[in-house]
């Protein structure tokens, strides 16, 4: 099996594809398909040339209600654990009732024979 050979780019061409990133709004993966780049090699480039420059536009989105735990998804998040508890008690009954049957089953006829 050959080994891919590593390619290598300048501090230029690492430089204009972070600002390209920065400029047109698009998404790290959009940019990286188009110039044939892996997602993570640009997102590190981005990373490391990002410190001191403009937020990007996903960093200057504001923070969605979805994002802010409230008290209302807090009482949500426990009625949920509560009922996946009940659930859970329900499937094991459910799990082991069979087995429970025809264990009677065989003793009831055991019995008869």
């Known amino acids: 099996?050959?080994?891919r050979q590593r390619r290598s780019f300048t501090e230029d061409y690492k430089r204009q594809a972070v600002d390209l990133v920065a400029s047109s709004g698009r998404s790290v993966g959009s940019v990286?398909?188009?110039l044939g780049l892996r997602d993570s090699v640009l997102?590190?480039?981005v990373e490391r040339r990002g410190a001191g420059r403009e937020p990007t536009a996903a960093s200057r989105r504001p923070t969605t209600q979805a994002t802010l735990p409230?008290?209302?998804h807090a009482a949500e998040i426990a009625r949920l654990q509560r009922e996946n508890e009940r659930l859970r008690m329900e499937r094991d009954i459910l799990k082991n009732e069979p087995v429970a049957t025809r264990r009677s089953a065989i003793s009831a006829?055991?019995?008869w024979s």
């Open 70 to 72: 409230s008290a209302d």
């Open 32 to 34: 990286a398909k188009e």
């Open 43 to 45: 997102r590190r480039w």
């Open 1 to 3: 099996m050959e080994r």
């Open 109 to 111: 006829r055991s019995r």
